[in-house]
């Protein structure tokens, strides 16, 4: 499948793409890597869609990821002896650790690292920010509380910290159990969801080491605060706007969706906008003209990936959905203004090799009418610092490493070839030549510009630059 897209697509698998049929429309529409949400589905589920995907792939040659999305630690209130209550602004509401059916005035609270790290003052949030609570005074076991925004509060409705920072692990053992489960199965990527700071990641990569490469979910404004710090830790980070959303104020979200990707472009990690995108198309095959916006402002911003969440899993037009986004991704990438605006917002380069030979490319696609841009590459990492600088030209990334495909699958401007013999190549030239014009990414007389690094095909040298014409 010759590539159209630089921006790839990420969605999320469930009841509404339950077969491998499904799963092969969604590749061809344009999916290039599928999220298991482990917040939802069993085990078997989670298995059988794993297969699916694997055999999409092999079906179709062409490496797609898969991401496992863990849930994360679900924070909530108990429950109610009538089943919710009716809450008032101006009136006092206690959260304890009682266990015992809550009432108006009080409600359990089974978090004891909520209310140890509670100060009066502070906000507490309820059912994804419809309510709010001002904490007037915290006790050993309880915390005493004014409502600021009242409204109906039912059993086991969630719970939002913002101002806070938890002594609470992003891993809960059903997490534990999940990843584990993940890594036996060979995902690509797994997600992290409640980062709070920098040592959830070492935390959760003492736990995955090799097997899979860590994306970290940017929810919580503590984590926007350590965002820096986070990222060179991750190898890839998620805006994750569902949770963002209701921590911080809403009209925060569009700054702090451009910071996030202006520093993960600056320290070559790929990046995710997440939540809502399409989100009308759940129940309408067109989307609103502002998530049309929503998505190609992400895609103009220089965002690696877009995801579809509910519009592909439960919703009742997942095809129609990524075929929406492609559309859009299109539309944005052929723009005057696309190019122009990426190397506006160019990162500065490293003092490397690779970085210097990536720039290089950059600035010979700007000169010559380059068709593509072929490197050859172990691990992936040289193609991902090409990445990083946005040729105008797509990127066909040559490796005999079925792993490391399926990884860059996320990455902007991408495309892998596998190819076991790629290990032993001779005639590297011709035969970057002959793979590019086989995919469709070049013809005759074109221009194509080759990197690879000598030795050959030991991982992290590539050093050498050459320019083809494709005869």
């Known amino acids: 499948m010759t590539p159209d897209k630089k921006v790839k697509i990420l969605a999320t698998l469930g009841p509404a793409t339950d077969g491998i049929e499904d799963i092969r429309e969604l590749v061809q529409a344009g999916v290039n890597i599928f999220r298991l949400n482990f917040s939802h589905g069993s085990h078997a589920d989670h298995a059988q869609r794993h297969a699916w995907i694997r055999q999409v792939e092999s079906e179709l040659n062409q490496p797609l990821g898969i991401l496992m999305d863990l849930q994360g630690p679900k924070l909530r209130v108990g429950t109610f002896s009538a089943g919710k209550v009716q809450l008032i602004r101006g009136q006092a509401l206690r959260l304890d650790l009682d266990p015992t059916p809550g009432d108006a005035r009080r409600v359990n609270l089974p978090h004891p690292e909520i209310i140890a790290a509670l100060e009066p003052g502070m906000d507490l949030l309820l059912d994804d920010g ?7 005074a915290r006790h050993a076991e309880a915390i005493d509380t004014t409502v600021l925004a009242g409204g109906e509060l039912s059993d086991r409705k969630g719970v939002n910290v913002p101002q806070a920072v938890l002594e609470l692990s992003p891993l809960t053992a059903k997490d534990r159990r999940d990843l584990s489960f993940g890594l036996e199965l060979g995902v690509d990527w797994v997600a992290l969801s409640f980062v709070q700071r920098a040592q959830d990641i070492r935390e959760a990569r003492e736990l995955i080491g090799n097997q899979a490469l860590l994306m970290a979910k940017i929810e919580k404004p ?13 190898d890839a980070i998620m805006v994750a706007r569902g949770d963002l959303g209701v921590e911080v104020p809403a009209e925060a979200v569009p700054q702090i969706q451009k910071d996030i990707i202006a520093t993960c472009r600056q320290l070559g990690r790929p990046v995710v906008v997440a939540t809502q995108m399409l989100e009308s198309m759940r129940f309408s ?6 998530e049309v916006t ?3 402002n992400a895609v103009a911003e220089g965002t690696d990936a877009v995801m579809l969440s509910a519009e592909t899993a439960s919703g009742e037009y997942p095809l129609e959905a990524v075929q929406m986004m492609s559309k859009i991704i299109r539309q944005v990438e052929t723009g ?10 160019r990162p500065q380069a490293e003092a490397t090799v690779s970085d210097a030979i990536s720039c290089a490319i950059r600035r010979i696609c700007s000169i010559l009418p380059v068709a593509v841009l072929v490197n050859y590459s172990e691990s992936g990492s040289s193609t991902l610092r090409a990445a990083r600088e946005r040729p105008s030209v797509p990127i066909l990334n040559l490796t005999p490493n079925l792993q490391a495909a399926r990884r860059l ?12 013999r790629l290990r032993q190549v001779d005639e590297v030239c011709s035969t970057a030549l002959e793979i590019a014009q086989a995919q469709g990414l070049a013809q005759r007389g074109d221009t194509v510009v080759i990197t690879a690094g000598v030795p050959f095909g030991q ?9 083809e014409t494709l005869l």
């Open 130 to 136: 419809k309510l709010r609570l001002r904490v007037d």
């Open 222 to 234: 503590s984590a926007v605060a350590q965002l820096r710090d986070i990222a060179e830790l991750s």
């Open 285 to 290: 095959p067109a989307p609103t003209r502002a």
């Open 294 to 296: 929503d998505v190609a």
């Open 336 to 345: 005057p203004d696309y190019q122009t605006q990426l190397d506006v917002n």
């Open 409 to 420: 699958s996320l990455a902007w401007g991408v495309h892998s070839v596998v190819n076991d």
């Open 459 to 467: 991982p992290g040298t590539t050093n050498s630059l050459r320019v």
